[in-house]
């Protein structure tokens, strides 16, 4: 079992920054991927960005070039650092971890930027 946790998000304004961490913690040792996951109310949800194991990242069109998945010095934290954020960036974003093919979810943070 991989328990996950989010902390981060909160009000902002368009064009400004934010930064959302993810900490797993438990059964660790297999962990291949994290991941960053939004959704907003009555919409599907679209992938953010992954990181594997090799420290390869992988972001969704939207927030190519503005959004930065990278390790912690932390153990088994990730950072989501989002700049230029814009309105449509609104969403309650989930962090995910797999692990010997299983998949664990945060329980979500919102992120609201106003215009």
């Known amino acids: 079992q991989v328990q996950v946790v989010e902390s981060g998000g909160g009000l902002v304004q368009a064009g400004g920054s934010q930064r959302l961490s993810c900490t797993a913690s438990?059964?660790?040792?297999?962990?291949?991927?994290f991941g960053w996951i939004r959704q907003v109310p009555g919409k599907q949800h679209e992938l953010v960005a992954l990181?594997?194991?090799?420290?390869?990242?992988t972001y969704g069109d939207s927030v190519r070039g503005r959004f930065t998945i990278s390790r912690a010095s932390a153990e088994n934290t990730v950072m989501l650092q989002m700049n230029s954020l814009k309105p449509e960036d609104t969403a309650i974003y989930y962090c995910?971890?797999?692990?010997?093919?299983?998949?664990?979810w945060g329980q979500g943070t919102q992120v609201t930027v106003s215009s």
């Open positions: 990181l594997n194991s090799a420290g390869a990242a």
């Open positions: 995910k971890v797999d692990s010997h093919g299983l998949t664990y």
């Open positions: 438990g059964s660790t040792d297999s962990i291949n991927v």
